[in-house]
């Protein structure tokens, strides 16, 4: 049966502009790191992708190895976009990314043009589109020219493929040399993606200013600290849970000392009539700089629930102040090599 959305799509998500850009996104968006591979139904994937856009979510993030296996989430998504999505591809921003490793041997990683603009080609065969709306460098490559990484996102929108540029885990520091490098090629970086949480707090102290500075648009991505800023782990780790597998969240990070500022950081979430999902985003979003918030959803329900957190984005300073004395930093930041050039 054709997919028909609701017609109230847009009554109630908020739209933010990316940096200084034309583009907007929502305050709330979905990504397809987990629970989009192969390993999942489609009726699932389809569901929760039917459900978002519905609920006025309009940017879907990818990258080329999200599965799994990789490349399966960009195949998912390909499905989708043939069966239900192709009639409204002017409603929605699609992104997609490479930099990690995505096939065997000196090309299948890493920031060279060869690896950029081939993954892209084969992302857009995987996703069944004639461009991307954005296409990110995945992470900093310390032993490619800078200029070469981002000249092969200048070409990937000069050729039509991507219609805007974007970093992800770049520095404060490498993210203004590359939003020069890239302004004198006059494709501006639009936006960048690091990892930002309420237990993974490292874009504070430099790369926000920098940002604002130069008029980037920020989206978080794991703003739920992969899971640890939900009900999930209140009571220890549960069976079944990504920390109970070996996956991106070790069982190492779940300390006592990292349950008893989440049950707190839970009870103040309580106090405001949020799930400690919404405050944990809606925190994220308190920094006008943060263009959206990335999640992920592995169900329709945990997707509502999460997306109700644009219903109270508002903090008092008194709640602010109490949130800082649990929200500290751990070693949530898997991602942090990249950053640290």
């Given amino acids: 049966m054709p997919y028909t959305p609701s017609e109230s799509r847009y009554e109630r998500m908020l739209y933010r502009r990316t940096g200084r850009s034309g583009l907007k996104l929502p305050a709330v968006s979905l990504g397809f790191w987990w629970n989009f591979g192969h390993d999942r139904p489609l009726e699932t994937s389809r569901a929760i992708v039917r459900r978002a856009f519905d609920l006025g979510v309009t940017h879907f993030d990818l990258a080329n190895n999200y599965g799994p296996p990789y490349g399966s989430a960009e195949e998912t998504f390909g499905v989708l976009m043939e069966q239900d999505l192709r009639p409204f591809r002017d409603e929605l921003v699609v992104s997609t990314k490479a930099g990690y490793d995505m096939w065997p041997g000196p090309y299948g990683e890493w920031g060279s043009r060869k690896y950029l603009l081939s993954s892209l080609d084969q992302s857009l065969k995987r996703m069944q589109l004639d461009y991307v709306d954005i296409f990110y460098s995945h992470r900093f490559d310390p032993e490619t020219p800078l200029e070469e990484t981002l000249g092969a996102l200048d070409s990937a929108v000069r050729s039509g493929k991507a219609l805007y540029a974007g970093i992800s885990s770049y520095s404060a520091e490498k993210t203004r040399e590359a939003a020069t490098i890239l302004r004198d090629l006059e494709t501006p970086v639009l936006i960048h993606q690091p990892s930002y949480s309420m237990l993974n707090r490292w874009i504070e102290p430099d790369l926000l200013d920098a940002l604002g500075d130069l008029g980037i648009g920020c989206i978080a991505f794991s703003p739920l600290a992969q899971g640890m800023l939900t009900s999930k782990y209140l009571a220890g780790i549960p069976e079944g849970s990504r920390a109970s597998w070996p996956s991106s969240l070790s069982p190492h990070l779940i300390t006592d000392e990292a349950l008893e500022n989440i049950r707190a950081l839970n009870d103040l979430a309580a106090a405001r009539g949020q799930t400690l999902a919404q405050m944990a985003i809606a925190w994220v979003l308190r920094d ?54």
Avoid: P
Wanted: no cysteine; charged share 25%; proline share 0%.
């Fill in 288 to 341: 006008e700089r943060v263009t959206s918030a990335l999640i992920g959803a592995s169900s329709v329900e945990q997707l509502e629930d999460n997306i109700a957190a644009v219903d109270r984005l508002g903090f008092t300073d008194a709640e602010l102040a109490e949130i800082d004395r649990y929200a500290i930093d751990g070693a949530i930041n898997i991602w942090a090599a990249s950053s640290e050039h």
